[in-house]
């Protein structure tokens, strides 16, 4: 039996144009910080996939609502027991989004919680939203009864890899192999 992840994990960026020169000391712009206190963590909603469908097109270039209403139909409205399609409300607005689930036994690994798609809305990127959103999940693959979570993510994702070090995850105890198929 072979058993195929598909990953997508990201966050937003977003590029800022180049300082003018002054005589002042320079000042980093910054965005407007969400009051954490603000910030809640949900089930997503049908009405909260346009929000999805903007912040995931922000950061790959394409829109993808059909995409966005599979993954609804399978991990959001409650979904299967397991299965985790949370959004971070702020100011009655999406601002980032995170979807999970439990699996077992694939690859010989015990039950253990897998992130699979996260991402935060430029402006909210910096205030704490990620975080809150992972520590969510966490809590939800705990009430699920497993103790471990996982991800995959490219190489290159450094800023997403940053994140979840910076969270406590590190390299597993698996190793993910590929090849491609040619016809």
């Not at 990953?7 to 020169?21: H, L």
């Amino acid at each position: 039996m072979i058993f195929v992840i598909l990953c997508e994990t990201t966050i937003v960026t977003t590029a800022t144009a180049p300082a003018k020169r002054s005589r002042a000391p320079a000042r980093r712009a910054r965005p407007p910080r969400a009051d954490a206190d603000a910030v809640t963590t949900r089930p997503a909603r049908r009405g909260d996939l346009p929000h999805v469908v903007a912040i995931d097109a922000a950061v790959t270039g394409i829109a993808k609502p059909s995409y966005w209403q599979s993954v609804f139909r399978r991990y959001g409205n409650g979904g299967q027991a397991g299965r985790q399609f949370l959004v971070a409300d702020a100011g009655g607005r999406v601002r980032g989004f995170i979807i999970g689930e439990v699996r077992d036994w694939e690859f010989g690994s015990p039950p253990c919680g897998w992130v699979f798609a996260i991402d935060v809305e430029p402006d909210y990127r910096l205030a704490g939203v990620g975080a809150r959103l992972l520590a969510a999940i966490c809590a939800g693959f705990r009430r699920a009864g497993v103790t471990k979570v996982r991800t995959l993510l490219a190489r290159e994702n450094t800023l997403v890899l940053s994140f979840f070090r910076s969270q406590g995850m590190m390299a597993g105890p698996f190793i993910p192999l590929e090849m491609d198929l040619e016809s």
